[in-house]
């Protein structure tokens, strides 16, 4: 990647990119925004991690063999134009070190695509500024009470992320309009559906 450029990504405009590449087109090329604020699934999401710290037990947290922990950490890489706040940063007793994301959201007998590719987002931040192994994720599903699942990665798992990352970078720079998503549902509720052609 282009280490001279000034665009940061982040891991939620790359979940949204992969809900429909043309997101990213809207909103950082024409600077077209969501209004996001007012989905309710959105706000309750927010309101709940204000108060997460207060109701997840810390029993999760020794599950996992989890020594210490730090919260709400800012992080960013000039080397994968990328920045983001995890929710939680996990040191292991392996010695390695995985995100926790929280997800106000129901486990429905599979890891999302997009959740898994967000964490491992976090995880090359993780590694990029600790300089310490990532091999895992963790998912923390609200509405599940608190379900907790493990992600395992390995490097083509993180080769995806930074292949993801350089396309996402190329529609910003060059501002061209990607094809929209396969799935002709995700349409229906788009805040872009009118603009869209």
Known sequence: MDESSNIYITPSEIVEYLFCPRFTFFM???NIHQH???RYKVLMGREIHEERAKINPDYLRKKIFCTKKERLVYLSSSRYHLKGEVDEVLYLAD???APLD???A???DTVFRTHRIQSILYGLLIRDNYQC????GYLCY???KYLLKEMIFDETDFQEACLILEEVLRIIQHGYYPKKTK???RCIDCCYKNICV
């Open 36 to 38: 996001e604020e007012k």
């Open 106 to 108: 129901e486990y429905k």
């Open 183 to 185: 799935f002709p549902a």
């Open 28 to 30: 950082n090329c024409l």
């Open 102 to 104: 929280y997800k106000f």
């Open 133 to 136: 192994e990532v091999k895992k």
């Open 142 to 144: 609200i509405r599940s």
């Open 95 to 97: 010695g390695t070190m």
